[in-house]
């Protein structure tokens, strides 16, 4: 959240990022425990809840990498995320960093490979995200290094940051507590936008949201 009086500064008007200068990074390591395992790999509107989420960013980013827990969950998810991405080698391990899990290493395992000057990023549970995510984050980040999207609470794993920024950040137990140093600015969205799919009754209300469609 933004420092008090920060905003002000970090919303000046300044040129939004191009495709080009962004590389987005799907965050795909979660155990997926309440809704059965393999998140990453359940079956929304006939495609992998994965699907969704590159299909999303694809058009908003020059590289989009998907951060896996570990060399085998990555190597599970190539044959599924392959068609949304350049390289197969786009499938990566979250983090070479010794000692980190969660969507800390995936953040900063991101931010290692991004070549570009953003960082987009997103949870593989997230499978609504508007096509103009990367924009209306960008327009909040202004001069600033992080914006994060918000629906009435903060959603740090949906991000656009700076990734030197990020790189020299000091991992902390949660992805809030890392990003801190960054005073990331609030961006809001509709809770329908940034909607998770946690559990089978989460991925059950999805697949009707999208049979209305």
Same mark, same amino acid.
């Given at each position: 959240?933004?420092?008090?009086?920060?905003?002000?500064?970090?919303? #000046? @008007?300044?040129? /939004?990022?191009?495709?080009?200068?962004?590389? &987005?990074?799907?965050?795909?390591? +979660? =155990?997926?425990? /309440?809704?059965?395992?393999?998140?990453?790999?359940?079956?929304?509107?006939?495609?992998? !809840?994965?699907?969704?989420?590159?299909?999303?960013?694809?058009?908003?980013?020059?590289?989009?990498?998907?951060?896996?827990? +570990?060399?085998?969950?990555?190597?599970?998810?190539?044959?599924?995320?392959?068609?949304?991405?350049?390289?197969?080698?786009? $499938?990566?391990? =979250?983090? %070479?960093?010794? +000692? #980190?899990?969660? @969507?800390?290493?995936?953040?900063?395992?991101?931010?290692?490979?991004? &070549?570009?000057?953003?960082?987009?990023?997103?949870?593989? %549970?997230? @499978?609504?995200?508007?096509? %103009? #995510?990367?924009?209306?984050?960008?327009?909040?980040? +202004?001069?600033?290094?992080?914006?994060?999207?918000?629906?009435?609470?903060?959603?740090?794993?949906?991000?656009?940051? /700076? @990734?030197?920024? $990020?790189?020299?950040?000091?991992?902390?137990?949660?992805?809030?507590?890392? !990003?801190?140093?960054?005073?990331?600015?609030?961006?809001?969205?509709?809770?329908?936008?940034?909607? *998770?799919? *946690?559990?089978?009754? %989460?991925?059950? &209300?999805?697949?009707?949201? #999208?049979?209305?469609?």
């Amino acid at each position: 959240m933004a420092r008090p009086g920060a905003a002000g500064k970090r919303c #000046l @008007p300044v040129s /939004r990022p191009a495709r080009e200068e962004i590389t &987005a990074a799907v965050f795909a390591g +979660g =155990a997926g425990r /309440r809704i059965g395992g393999d998140k990453p790999l359940r079956h929304l509107g006939g495609r992998p !809840l994965i699907a969704h989420v590159l299909a999303a960013l694809a058009p908003q980013a020059a590289r989009v990498l998907v951060v896996a827990r +570990g060399e085998e969950e990555a190597a599970r998810l190539v044959a599924h995320a392959t068609p949304f991405l350049a390289h197969a080698r786009d $499938v990566l391990p =979250a983090a %070479d960093r010794a +000692g #980190l899990e969660g @969507p800390v290493a995936a953040l900063l395992g991101a931010a290692d490979r991004a &070549a570009t000057p953003f960082l987009l990023t997103a949870p593989v %549970d997230t @499978p609504f995200l508007p096509q %103009d #995510l990367a924009s209306r984050l960008s327009a909040g980040l +202004g001069r600033g290094d992080a914006a994060m999207a918000a629906d009435g609470r903060i959603h740090p794993t949906i991000l656009l940051a /700076r @990734p030197a920024a $990020v790189r020299v950040l000091s991992p902390a137990r949660s992805l809030s507590a890392t !990003l801190a140093p960054l005073a990331p600015v609030s961006v809001s969205f509709a809770a329908e936008e940034l909607a *998770n799919v *946690n559990t089978a009754e %989460d991925l059950a &209300a999805a697949q009707a949201r #999208l049979a209305a469609r």
